[in-house]
């Protein structure tokens, strides 16, 4: 049976299907499934350990555009991040309006490259948590959930040659007012093509990071 477009039905800006594309309401209707599934527009080297052991943080950007299919794809391996109970006790603002991207750069104690070609905030959501626990404990989950989905995020972004920056510092009540929620947003994921790829840096031993406790 094909499928028809609920006129009824709220989609998330920027993601209503298109009348005249079967396969675009599918992946509308199943986002995780199809963009998942979906073969890469060209072949990419994803190998998880390879795709962590090479991703940079970057505060330089290009002004090329990103393209939809990888946006999707980041977005969607957001929504696949360990979550407290299965609860996804978080939410995902995806910031397109230039004029609210600057108002971002100065609530981020004006760090210019907050305003990227895709810029994501992640905000906590403990309501949609249904445990039983103190309310602190439900707090606790909320912000691990939100935080593991802006590292998916980062990590998706890598394996499809984008760079990206986190951003941790700002002033919460004023982000909250830009992106018009009440929920606490915990970081920014700003993405985009690099000015130029960057090497990885070093890290510290093993042996100075890990305890072993027996």
């Keep these: 049976m094909d499928k028809k477009i609920d006129r009824k039905m709220s989609w998330p800006k920027g993601y209503e299907p298109k009348d005249d594309s079967a396969n675009d309401l599918t992946l509308r209707l199943g986002l995780i499934s199809s963009i998942l599934k979906d073969k890469p527009k060209k072949k990419m080297n994803t190998e998880i350990f390879n795709v962590m052991a090479t991703r ?11 393209e939809m299919w990888k946006i999707d794809k980041i977005l969607a391996a957001a929504d696949t991040a360990p979550t407290a109970g299965n609860y996804q006790g978080f939410e995902i603002f995806y910031v ?10 100065k609530a981020a104690n004006n760090q210019p490259y907050v305003k990227t070609p895709v810029v994501l905030v992640f905000c906590m959501n403990p309501e949609r948590i249904k445990l039983d626990f103190p309310k602190d404990v439900i707090l606790k989950f909320s912000i691990q959930d939100s935080t593991l989905a802006a590292a998916y995020s980062q990590l998706a972004a890598s394996a499809l040659g984008l760079s990206s920056i986190w951003i941790g510092m700002f002033d919460e009540e004023k982000v909250k007012k830009i992106i018009g929620t009440k929920l606490r947003p915990t970081s920014f994921l ?9 090497p990885p840096k070093s890290r510290r031993q093993l042996k100075e990071l890990i305890h072993v406790v027996d």
Aim: hydrophobic content about 20%.
């Design 190 to 198: 700003c993405i985009g093509y690099p000015v130029k790829k960057r």
């Design 56 to 66: 940079r943080s970057t505060r330089k950007f290009s002004n090329n555009p990103v």
């Design 96 to 105: 397109r309006d230039d004029d609210k991207k600057d108002s971002l750069v």
